[in-house]
T-cell receptor
Framework: KAGVTQTPRYLIKTRGQQVTLSCSPI?????VSWYQQTPGQGLQFLFE???????NKGNFPGRFSGRQFSNSRSEMNVSTLELGDSALYLC???????????FGSGTRLTVV | GIQVEQSPPDLILQEGANSTLRCNFS?????LQWFHQNPWGQLINLFY???GTKQNGRLSATTVATERYSLLYISSSQTTDSGVYFC?????????FGAGTRLTVKP
């Protein structure tokens, strides 16, 4: 069974640009979460989606947004990129309550 | 929000030694997982363990939910066990991670 797939794996963007990252969950998984990992802040929760609805959101500015499609695939968007947005962005999925998350390999974003 | 503390932050072992990693959390949780982050950044799920004890080969974990802590045991450590181990807890669809324990196993 295919795992959680994140694309692209690496990305270099310029300050002020916007970026869209994609996450395809494991087939049958309806909950998708996104995390940002930086050396200074560690792993921080961005948001969680279930059946196309955002159920929870971390403490990030409005420049960070996301959505989930009817096939459970999810995208996150960061607008007006800042140097501090350089990070590893991780996506995870799970079937629902009472189960654990499986993580993708991540997208490493560098903002220059 | 819920606080997650892991200890120790760093651990250096000789190959073959045993170790115990600890995770304390500040509130009741729906879910607790232990992960190992590989050198390429991927988080590998070790255990889904909101309560009780589980074992998988040389690894085992115990969560005492009523006392809000979990332990990860690594026995007969190998150099391939090196990396960062994270504890993560979930409450109301919001998963929070500890700062991790960086384990180095020397040959």
């Amino acid at each position: 069974k295919a795992g959680v797939t994140q694309t692209p794996r690496y990305l270099i963007k310029t300050r002020g640009q916007q970026v869209t990252l994609s996450c395809s969950p494991i087939s049958g998984h309806r909950s998708v979460s996104w995390y940002q990992q930086t050396p200074g802040q560690g792993l921080q929760f961005l948001f969680e989606y279930f059946s196309e609805t955002q159920r929870n959101k971390g403490n990030f500015p409005g420049r960070f947004s996301g959505r989930q499609f009817s096939n459970s695939r999810s995208e996150m968007n960061v607008s007006t990129l800042e140097l501090g947005d350089s990070a590893l962005y991780l996506c995870a999925s799970k079937p629902g309550q009472g189960s654990g998350y499986t993580f993708g390999s991540g997208t490493r974003l560098t903002v220059v | 929000g819920i606080q997650v503390e892991q200890s120790p932050p760093d651990l250096i072992l000789q190959e073959g030694a045993n170790s115990t990693l600890r995770c304390n959390f500040s509130d009741s949780v729906n879910n607790l997982q232990w992960f190992h982050q590989n050198p390429w950044g991927q988080l590998i799920n070790l255990f889904y363990i909101p309560s009780g004890t589980k074992q998988n080969g040389r690894l085992s974990a115990t969560t005492v939910a009523t006392e809000r802590y979990s332990l990860l045991y690594i026995s007969s450590s190998q150099t391939t066990d090196s990396g960062v181990y994270f504890c993560a807890v979930e409450q109301n669809n919001d998963m929070r991670f500890g700062a991790g324990t960086r384990l180095t196993v020397k040959p």
